[in-house]
C-alpha cells in the first residue's frame, strides 16, 4: 500500500531552520506530484508548498515564499521542504501529499488521495 513518511520536525528557535523529508513507497513517486500542507491547532489545514513531476516547477504560498524551499529526489522517492527562517507562527503539523495531477488545483487538498501522518514543527519565540 502506499506509505507517506515524514521526518525531520521538532523544536526550533525562531530564526532557525529545519529541513523536512517525505519518504514514499507503494506508488510510482515519479508519476505524483508532491505537496506540503501544514495544520495548526484549530485551524484549517493549508496548503505550504507543491513542486511537479520532475521537480522543474514549484510554487510555494504567500505565507512562506521566499523561506521554504520544496525540492524531490525521484531516485530517492523522496520529497524535501527546506524551512528558514521560521517564526512561531509557522508551528504546525506538516503533512506531505502525493497528487496524480500538476496544475493550480494541487494546492487543495482534495487533489491528494495518498497522505503522511504529519511531523510536528514548533517554533519558540
Known amino acids: 500500500q502506499v506509505q507517506l513518511v515524514e521526518s525531520g520536525g521538532g523544536l526550533v528557535q525562531a530564526g532557525g531552520s529545519l529541513r523536512l523529508s517525505c519518504a514514499a513507497s507503494?506508488?510510482?513517486?515519479?508519476?505524483?506530484?508532491m505537496g506540503w500542507f501544514r495544520q495548526a491547532p484549530g485551524e484549517e489545514r493549508e496548503f505550504v508548498a507543491a513542486?511537479?513531476?520532475?521537480?522543474?516547477?514549484?510554487f510555494h504560498a504567500d505565507s512562506v515564499k521566499d523561506r521554504f524551499t520544496i525540492s524531490r529526489d525521484n531516485a530517492k522517492n523522496t520529497v524535501y521542504l527546506r524551512m528558514n527562517s521560521l517564526q512561531p507562527v509557522d508551528t504546525a503539523v506538516y503533512y506531505c501529499?502525493?497528487?496524480?495531477?500538476w496544475g493550480p488545483g494541487v494546492s487543495e487538498t482534495a487533489a491528494s488521495p495518498y497522505w503522511g501522518q504529519g511531523t510536528q514543527v514548533t517554533v519558540s519565540s
Open positions: 501529499a502525493a497528487a496524480p495531477t
Open positions: 507503494g506508488l510510482t513517486f515519479s508519476s505524483y506530484a
Open positions: 513542486i511537479n513531476l520532475r521537480g522543474d516547477n514549484r
